[in-house]
Nanobody
Framework: VQLQASGGGLVQTGGSLRLSCAASGSIFVVGAIGWYRQVPGKQREWVASITTTIGGTTKYADFVQGRFTISRDNAKNTLYLDLNTLASWDTAVYYC?????????????????WGRGTLVTVSS
């Protein structure tokens, strides 16, 4: 499974962005996909996950506080993360990751496939 994140960029505080993660390869094995983010010098932190089953169960990190929405379009093999009400501390490289089991896990070690990240910079 190959993953490629895109959609990052520079946005002002309070603004919005939509991140995309295109999946290719043996995507039929994927049970759940998630987003992580990493600030330079800090550990990567989990943001949200969604299962690939019909309906798509979601789970978010506490810090999201209703500002972000994860979704997926199975027909397009694409995962999305809508970022709203962005703050300076949301500045990070955002990564998408996939796991074969339908887990809504925050643990990096549970994810088997990772894509390159996309940088989101929030300016004040």
């Amino acid at each position: 499974v190959q993953l490629q994140a895109s959609g990052g960029g520079l946005v002002q505080t309070g603004g919005s962005l939509r991140l995309s993660c295109a999946a290719s390869g043996s995507i039929f094995v994927v049970g759940a996909i998630g987003w992580y983010r990493q600030v330079p010098g800090k550990q990567r932190e989990w943001v949200a996950s969604i299962t690939t089953t019909i309906g798509g169960t979601t789970k978010y990190a506490d810090f999201v506080q209703g500002r972000f929405t994860i979704s997926r379009d199975n027909a397009k093999n694409t995962l999305y993360l809508d970022l709203n009400t962005l703050a300076s501390w949301d500045t990070a490289v955002y990564y998408c990751a996939a796991v074969q089991q339908p887990l809504l896990s925050p643990l990096e070690s549970d994810y088997e496939y990772w894509g390159r990240g996309t940088l989101v910079t929030v300016s004040s």
